[in-house]
């Protein structure tokens, strides 16, 4: 559940000194609020669980006074010190429980620690939240009808009717599980899906993607979905869209390639891989990198789409992405920056790049383990391709420094396997006493 806020629409009276007003009060002044038609009798409240409304409804904001001063979530069995302050009893007796006799709120020192039951702000919380609950069920309901409308009426209308129709049916499915439910199981996937192919417009396949999206998939719908003509139209989408179309276009994309039947050559496709590769450079919209590299990620991990993404030369485009990029994105484009270094072709890019060597000295012992992994690796294929230019110039980086960080730090056995072998291939050029000189380690080694 999120930080709760606590709701300033009708400034709960007594909240200050513990004291709340009886129950017929509170409903008559509109402390409930938002309510309409009066409360909940009690045969309502019984047969609804308070611990499972507060979960479903899940709301950011509710009454101040139903909060536990401590843990900031509602209260389900709320109690009140002899100082009038109110709290859930499992969290004031947790309290007391580590020695401390002060109350939490007012550090008032207890003279009483008798814990007294609130009845009438528990009935005030079972009430206020089963009225929410009812509503919620209530929208539930009226949201699964309309989506079987909606539904109905996507089969026999065209043109703007039919992005009119397509754009509801996408809020209600984003807003309501009862929703999604109805659109899947009145065999709205494989409708939405017949509407993706060669001639669909932007605005029909924006609309059909940011849809199923938010629906559960099965094998046979992905499978539909991943016919050319259907991967086609959401590459389309992907090269054209707005942010959130390309986000929703990635997001169904890596959706397809979690499936056990999906094939490489499914998405083996250069207009593809330009398309996230702008999505990725795009800096207007960082909201777009973490996801663009993650499928990028995803993408590198299958060996024959490797020379692809290297034909589209993004070896060099991400590293002269990295400094920019926050250590989430950089883990993930250094792991696709690895697996293409497994290649003969993915070697050669990387050595070509001036700024690789540099980049990847850099990230040595900066941000992660991880990343020191991933960085090390793609510095041995480099250095090993070609030992004489290449560790030279990693020298006059100051690589010898960084690999024995490397060998003396808490890394793995493997890293400092690595960093040593690196550190005797790029010393093989030189006298030890021209080596030192030239990585100035006579004061690390002293």
């Known amino acids: 559940m999120p930080m709760l806020q606590p709701s300033k629409k009708n400034g709960f009276l007594g909240g200050g000194d513990g004291r709340v007003l009886d129950l017929d009060t509170a409903v008559k002044d509109g402390v409930l609020g938002g309510v309409g038609g009066g409360g909940l009798g009690t045969g309502v409240l019984e047969k609804l669980d308070l611990n499972k409304m507060i979960e479903e409804l899940n709301l950011s904001t509710v009454p101040s006074v139903f909060i536990c001063p401590i843990s900031l979530e509602p209260m389900t069995d709320p109690v009140t010190l002899c100082t009038g302050q109110t709290y859930e009893k499992s969290n004031i007796l947790k309290w007391l429980g580590m020695g401390h006799y002060t109350c939490p709120t007012t550090m008032q020192e207890l003279w009483d620690d008798m814990l007294t039951p ?29 989506a079987s409308e909606l539904l109905s009426t996507l ?12 754009k509801e049916l996408q809020q209600l499915v984003s807003n309501h599980s009862t929703a999604r439910t109805a659109v899947v199981d009145e065999g709205g996937v494989a409708l939405l899906s017949s509407l993706l192919g060669p001639f669909t417009s932007y605005a029909i396949g924006s609309e059909v993607i940011a849809t199923l999206v938010n629906l559960t998939l099965c094998s046979d719908s992905k499978a539909n979905l991943m016919q050319p003509s259907k991967v086609s139209a959401v590459i389309d989408v992907l090269n054209e869209g707005s942010i959130d179309a390309k986000l929703n276009c990635v ?15 499914t ?50 485009q991400l590293i002269e992405l990295i400094p920019f990029l926050n250590p989430e994105c950089i883990e993930l484009a250094l792991f696709t920056l690895e697996a293409l270094s497994s290649t003969s072709q993915g070697k050669q890019a990387l050595k070509d790049c001036p700024k690789t060597i540099p980049t990847m000295v850099k990230l040595l012992m900066r941000i992660s383990e991880i990343c020191t992994a991933h960085a090390l690796s793609i510095l041995l294929s480099v250095c090993k391709l070609a030992p004489e230019e290449c560790s030279s110039v990693a020298v006059e980086t100051g690589i010898a420094a960084k690999l024995l960080l490397v060998i003396q730090s808490g890394c793995s056995q493997i890293l400092k396997q690595q960093a040593a072998e690196l550190l005797k291939l790029c010393s093989l050029n030189y006298s030890d006493t021209m080596f030192l000189s030239k990585c100035k380690l006579t004061r690390t080694i002293q």
């Open 251 to 265: 997001r169904l994309i890596e959706t397809l390639m979690d499936d056990k039947g999906f094939r490489a050559e």
């Open 267 to 316: 998405i083996s496709s250069h207009s593809l891989l330009v398309a996230l590769m702008r999505l990725i450079r795009d800096k207007r919209h960082p909201n777009g990198h973490f996801p663009g590299l993650a499928l990028l990620k995803s993408i590198s991990i299958h060996n024959e789409l490797r020379i692809l993404i290297l034909n589209i030369g993004a070896a060099p």
């Open 155 to 166: 089969k026999r209308v065209k043109g703007q009717a039919r992005i009119q129709t397509l």
């Open 118 to 146: 609130n009845n009438t702000l528990y009935q005030l919380i079972c009430t206020w939240f089963s009225q929410q609950y009812v509503q919620m069920k209530k929208r539930s309901e009226n949201a699964q009808g309309r």
